[in-house]
């Protein structure tokens, strides 16, 4: 049986354990640093649930939802065993509780965003070694669940706040309308702007890139 609890502070019993999963599935420019992570836990606007499998930290979400823009982002999905159903387990958690926390803001979302690796340019495919999580697998997970690819060269600054840019990932939407072809632009660099905000070293790269999306109408959303 897998259990859904929601860490809240760098104190939680089970926080250890998940940033040491972390560190096995991400590279080390994608992970905040342990005691960085005491502001984001205690941020009531940000999710942060594990699966636990007898007593062991087997998976972990983190989203957030923006009424104002009626948009969630999914900051990461990790499967830390095979054959548990903890992917299909943690989807179903997140949907629920984003039903929820658009009910009680009042908004009716339109979608929602999500970075994924591109296998096809990232140089290292290993991710610690645990298969579910290689990049050709959760490019086509995305893919099943409805996500598209949002048509711009996409990089991000590093949570290592070295102030790099991490290339090789692609931000996509999973739209509510499956046959929205185009999103907003202006929604686009809103969204990353506010997200971004918490790391104060943006590379030339991304600041490049956010220009180049406030000067667009809008972006075209092609398959994954």
Not at 168 to 183: G, N, R, V
Request: aromatic content about 12%; some cysteine.
């Amino acid at each position: 049986m897998l259990i859904y609890h929601r860490i809240c502070s760098i104190e939680d019993q089970y926080f250890g354990a998940l940033h040491k999963l972390l560190q096995t599935i991400f590279p080390p420019e994608e992970v905040l640093a342990y005691e960085l992570w005491k502001e984001p836990l205690e941020d009531p606007t940000i999710h942060v649930y594990v699966a636990i499998h007898e007593g062991e930290v087997v998976g972990s979400t983190e989203y957030r939802y923006y009424p104002l823009l009626r948009v969630a982002m999914t900051d990461f999905t990790i499967i830390g065993k095979a054959s548990l159903g903890i992917g299909r387990f943690l989807m179903r958690n997140r949907e629920r509780d984003l039903e929820k926390l658009a009910q009680q803001s009042g908004t009716t979302p339109i979608g929602m965003f999500a970075e994924v690796y591109d296998p096809y340019r990232a140089v290292e495919h290993a991710f610690g070694g645990v298969s579910p999580m290689n990049p050709y697998v959760r490019r086509e997970v995305l893919s099943h669940i409805g996500y598209k690819r949002i048509g711009v060269s996409y990089v991000h600054p590093s949570w290592d706040h070295e102030g790099q840019a991490v290339a090789e990932l692609d931000l996509c939407f999973l739209p509510k309308d499956e046959e929205l072809s185009a999103i907003d632009a202006s929604l686009v660099a809103e969204f990353l702007e506010g997200y971004y905000s918490a790391l104060p070293n943006k590379p030339a790269e991304w600041l490049r890139m956010m220009e180049q999306i406030r000067t667009s109408g809008s972006l075209e959303l092609y398959p994954l």
